[in-house]
Structure formats: C-alpha cells, structure tokens
C-alpha cells in the first residue's frame, strides 16, 4: 500500500548550521510532494512544495530536491535559525483524482542557538 | 482570506460523553480531510470528502465515528460514546480539487476525555 517513510526522527543542529530530512515514498504514480512545518502547539503550515515534473525547489533559506528514479525527496534548510525548530512533516500525493495525501511520521528538528 | 475554521479549540469531557468536532472549509474549496494527532501514532487520516461525498472512511477507528459534510461550507466530526484513549488534537483541513494540490489546516480540536 501507500507509505512515506521519513527520517531522521529528530535533528539537532547549530544554529547557521544546515539541516536536511529525507523522505522515500512507495507509489510511483505519486506526483506532488509538500512539506509542512508544525510548530509545538500549532497548525501544520505548508512552507515549500514540488512536483513531478520539476527536480528542485528553492524559496530562500529551504529547498526541495526530488529524484522520481528513487522515489526520494528532501528538504533542505541553510543558515538555520531558532526559530527554525519544528516538527516537520512530508506528504505524497496518492495516486487518483483525489487529494489524498500520504504524511510522513515526522522530523523533529532542534536548532540550538 | 479565512482559513480553514474548526470549533471548540479545547474540549475537555467525561467518557461516555458525545463529542461534536466542527469545521468550516476554505470557500471554494471541494475536499475535506479530518485528521487524529497523538503522540504515539502521529498524524492520522481519518476520513475524507469530496464534494460533499465521503470517499475514503477506513481510517475512522471504529463505529463510535461518524462524520457528515451536509453542505459544501460545514462538517462534522462525532464520537459517541468517547472514551479516554480518544484524547489527541483533531484537525480539519481541505484543499481545491484535482490532484495534487496542497491541503491547508485549522487550528484544531484538543480533545481530552476524563
């Protein structure tokens, strides 16, 4: 069936340090793979996504980088700040019509100043 | 633009008690997620809409469930009767239709059940 598999489960990093999670999914038809950041507490925020047809996504200090051979994607923070610190979860798109997603089980990401 | 609205923010109950969990979707938006979060077993799909209809109902945990999407701009989520291992925060979210679109979240429901 559908899976995501996310790791590592928890981060620490320096802050200016950078920090990278790593998601593997199972469903080759999968085609849009967003990123979310929960902070303790709050909502999941989307903060960056991609899909299919594009191989890396950047918005300032995160990117996305996906390689559909593999079915790999990761996200990537330079220049890590405290504020940085979060849960973050990836998502897979399930193949269909619908906008089902599949959710990794989640990074927690510890950015120490 | 109005996000993704969920009532109660806290809801604290005795077991046994039934417990209605409500969202309103983003306008204009056709699909509708509920989602269960713990500590054990993370973010959890329960059930989820599309246009009204529901699609996919096999993660709702057991009978004691029930969701309904009467209309486009209001869902519900109930736990009749609630028991203690039913605690955890509870989110709605929806997004557009078509494939691959991103899904936005409420705030959520934290639900603890005495």
């Known amino acids: 069936g559908e899976n995501v598999e996310q790791h590592p489960s928890t981060l620490s990093v320096q802050e200016g340090d950078s920090a990278v999670i790593k998601c593997t999914y199972s469903d080759s038809a999968s085609n849009y793979f967003p990123w979310y950041k929960q902070e303790l507490g709050k909502r999941p925020q989307l903060i960056i996504d991609?899909?299919?047809?594009?191989g890396e996504k950047k918005d300032q200090r995160i990117a996305v980088t996906l390689n559909k051979t593999a079915k790999h994607f990761s996200l990537h923070i330079t220049e890590t700040q405290p504020e940085d610190s979060a849960v973050y979860f990836c998502a897979a798109s399930f193949s269909g019509p619908t906008n089902k997603l599949i959710f990794g089980t989640g990074t927690l990401l510890a950015v120490q100043p | 633009d109005a996000g993704v609205i969920q009532s109660p923010r806290h809801e604290v109950t005795e077991m046994g008690q039934e417990v209605t969990l409500r969202c309103k979707p983003i306008s204009g938006h056709n699909s509708l997620f509920w989602y269960r979060q713990t500590m054990m077993r993370g973010l959890e799909l329960l059930i989820y809409f599309n246009n009204n209809v529901p699609i996919d109902d096999s993660g709702m945990p057991e009978d004691r469930f029930s969701a309904k999407m009467p209309n486009a701009s209001f869902s519900t989520l109930k736990i009749q009767p609630s028991e203690p291992r039913d605690s955890a925060v509870y989110f709605c979210a929806s997004s557009s239709t078509g494939g691959g679109q991103p899904q936005h979240f409420g705030d959520g429901t934290r639900l603890s059940i005495l």
């Open positions: 991609i899909r299919s047809n594009v």
